[in-house]
C-alpha cells in the first residue's frame, strides 16, 4: 500500500508568492466589480486561509465613528457578526484605526500598548494582527486576524495583511464613490429638467444621449425624436454650416464651444440662441459634451433695434425679459432697463453714472473693471461672466455683454445685455466637482499602491519619481518596482496600464503584485510576461499595459530584459547614452498567446540605467525620435547621482507645466563589489546566518568561485559564524563582525566576536570545527582581550 | 530567513523523505522533528533525499547522525541520496557521515539495498 504525506516548512520566498498571488487575486476580483460585501467575505476566508489563523475578520467603523460593526467574520462562533465594538483606543482594533501600517501581537500577555477586544478576551485570543483598512483621513474600519494559541508572525505576514485590507479599501472607496457618481448625476438631471435653459448632452461621437424638459418644451419634439439624432435638428438653414464647423472644431480638440444660431421653435418660428459645451470626462475617457442653449433673441431684436431708432429700442427694451444697459463715449451709464433694475432692486438714478460696478461680487470686480476699461479705450466689444448682486442681497452669475454703439460715424458708447446664467453655472461647477472628486480618489489610489520609497537594496543605487498627470487629465496607472531575488540578481519592472482613471489606478495594483511574486520566482523575462499575459487575459477586466522588465546582475552588469510594447530603457555611461533596443513584443493584455522576446546587453563599468514610461516622451508637438533625443541629451548633461538624473529629467523633459499623462521614473546604478573585500556587523542571533549566506554568495559570485568552492567557504564562514552566535552573551545587542578579502587567488576570511573561544560541548560542536579546519587551507583562533577571532584562508582555484 | 521543506512518501517498507532548501541552526530542530515523526515503527528504513538540499551545515549533519542513532536503536536503517556533483558531498564524507549512514548517488539505488 502506497500512502503520502507532505510536511511543509513555510518556505520564505514561496509564501511571499503565494501571499501575492492571493492578493493579485482579490484585487482581480475587486476590479471585477465583485459586491462589496462578497469582497470582504473572501477577504477574511484568505485571511485565516494564508496565515494559518483561527479567526479573522473585518470591522467597519460606524457613521458616528464612535463604533466598530463586525461585518464579516471567518471562524468566529455564531452570533457575534453584526455586534458592534466601541472604539477604544485601549484595545487593539481601535489602536490599529490610528495606526499607519499593520499591528502585531505575539501575546496579549505581553502587550503593554493596548489589551485585546471584548471578543478577543472572550475567545481567550494570544496572538493577533491588526491592519487600517483606507487612508488615514478615511478610514473604512481594520482587518484582523487572532489566533487561540501563539502564533509568530513574520513581517511578511504583516505586509500580506496590510496588502489585503489595502484591496478592501480601495473596494469600499470606489463602491462609496460609484454612489457619489450615481447621486450626482441623479442630482445633475434633477436640476437640469427643473431649470428653464435648454440642456443637451451628447457621447463622445456627436450623438444627444440626453436632453431636457426644457428643450423638449422649445422644440416641440419628444424625448425619442430628439435621442441619437445629432443637436445641430432644428437649425436655421442658413446658420448649419457655421455651426457644424465650429462643432466639428471644438469636438476635435475637446474644447468648450460656443455658438449663436437660430433654433426653430415648437410654434415654427426662429429664435436665437447662443449653444455652449463643455467636454465631459467619465473615469478620465472622454465620453460626449454637456451643454446649454440660451434664447438671446430679444437681445440680438435690441440690438438690432438700437441700430435703427433710439426710441423704438427703449420701448423694446423695457418690455424685454433680458437686463440692458447704455453708456455714453465716456463708459458712463446712460440707461439701464427695466429688466436691469429689477433684478438689481436699484433705481434708475443710482445706476447712472460710474456707479454700475457696485453690485459686482468683490471677487469678480477687479477683472470686470480691468477688462472694461481695456475694451473701452479700444472700442471693442465686451463680454464678461461675473457675479452681480440681486434685490434679496444674493450673488448670481450673469454674462454681460457691449458693443459700440456709432451714430454718423461717431462712437458714443455702448449698448449692453446680460443674461441670468446662474443655474447654467452652478450646473458647471457641480460637474467639475464630480470629475475633480473621481480625479482625486484615483490619484491616492495610485500613491497608496506606490511603494513608498523603493527597498534599500545593497550594491545598487536607486532613485524613482512619479509625477502625477496635470490637473484635468486623469491620473494613469503608471508604476516602478525594484525586488532583490535571492539569486544575487535584482529585478526592475516600469509598466503602464492602457487608460486612465481609477480603474487603470486599480488594474495597476493587480499588476504590479503580478510582477513581483512572478519576480521573485527567477524565471526570465519573458516567461514573466508571458505568465502575466496569461493572467490579464484569463481575467475578466480587458486590461493591457506596456511594461519593461528587466533582470539585472550587479556584479557583471549583465541586463537581460523583455519589452512589453514598451519605451526602451537608457543607459548612461562614460562612452556616451544608448538606448537598450531589442527583446520588443506587444503589450501584456493584447494576444494569447503572447510571443515575448528577450535581449541581453552589459552595462559598461560605471554605468547608470533609466527606466521610464512614454509619459516622459511622448507629446502632441514633437515626434518620439525628438524627444528620445532631448531626454538623451538630457541624461548626458546630468549629474548628482541617480536622484540628480531623476531631477534634471524631469525638470528639462517635462518642463514646468504638468505632463498631459503621467510620468514614471526609475534610475538605478550598479556598485560591483569591487574593492575585493566585504564587511559587516551582524546581530549575534540565529537568524543573521542567512543575511550573511546570501552576502557571502554576492561577494563569492563576483569573484567567480566556482559553486563547489563557493558553498564551501560559505560553510566555514558560516560555523564559525554560529560559534560567535553561541557565545555571544552580556548586551542583547551583541554583534559579531565578518571581513572578508580575495587577492592574488586567495580568500581571507575574518570572523571576530565578543565573547571567547570555548571547546565546544558535543560531538556536534566539534564536527563544525572539523568541517572549518577540512575546508579550509589555513585556520587561526586567536583569544584577544574583548573577544575571540578567527582567521581562515583559502585558495580557490583560478 | 532560512526555509527547508521535507516531502515524505513511503515506497514498500521504506519512507523515503525528500529534503529540499536550506538547513542551518535556525530550522536544524525542526527538520529533526519531521523526519523521525515521518517512520513509523514497522518501516524498515528511511531514505533522505538530499537532491534538492543547497545549504547543510554542521547543525544539519547533526541530524542525520542523531537520526541514524535513534533508528539504530529500532533496528531501522537510514540511506543517504546525493549525486557525485553535489557540493555537499565534501561535507558529509569529511565529516564521516558514511560512517552511520549508507550513501547513494540515485534514489533507486538506494532503494534496491
New interface residues.
Partial sequence: M?????????????TRARQQAAVADLGQRALAGLPLDDLIDEAVACVAGELGTDYASVLELTRDRRGLLIRAGHGLPPGVIGGVLAVRADELPGYALESDGPLVVDDFAEETRFGPSPVQRDLQIVSAMAAPIGTPGRRFGVLGASSRRAHKF?PDDALFLQAIANVVGAAAERARTDELVRDSEARFRELADTTPALMWMTDAEGSVTYVNKGWLRFTGRTLQEELGATWAVGAHPDDLHELLSRWREATARREEFRVEYRLVRADGSERWVLAEGLPRYDAGEFVGYVGTATDIHDRRLIEDALRESEATFRDLADSAPVMIWTTDERGLVTFVNAGWLDYTGTTLEEELGPSWSLGVHPEDAPAVISSWNEKLAERKPWELEYRLRGKDGNYRWIVDRGVPRYEGGRFVGYVGTAIDIHERKTMEARLREVYEREHTIAETLQRSLLPERLPRIEGLEIAARYLPAGHGNAVGGDWYDALERADGRVALVVGDVVGHGLRAAAIMGQLRNAFRAYGLAEISPAEVMARVNRLIISGEENAMATVLYLVLDRETGDVTFASAGHPPPLVLSSDGTEFLEGGRAVPVGAAEPGIFREATATLPPGATLLLYTDGLVERRDASLEQRLGELAEVARDADGGVEGLCDSVLMRVVGERRPDDDVALLAVRPRPVSTGSMKLALPAE??S??VL?RRLGRFLHAVQAS??A???V??TV??AA?NA?EHAYGPVDATFDVEVSFENGTLLAVVRDRGSWRERRG???G??L??IE??MDDVQVTTEADGTVIRMRRRLAA | MTSAEVAIERRGGTVVAHLSGEVDMTNAARVREELLVSVPNDALALVVDLDGCRYLDSAAIEVLFDLARRLGRRRQELRLVLAQSSPLLRVLTLTDVQSVAGMHETLDSALAQ
Fill in positions: 502506497q500512502w503520502r504525506r507532505a510536511h511543509r516548512y513555510r518556505d520564505e520566498v514561496a513574520s540565529p537568524e546566518l542567512s549566506r559553486e563547489e563557493a558553498y564551501e560559505t560553510l558560516c560555523e554560529g552566535i560531538t556536534h560542536r564536527r563544525g572539523k568541517i577540512g575546508l
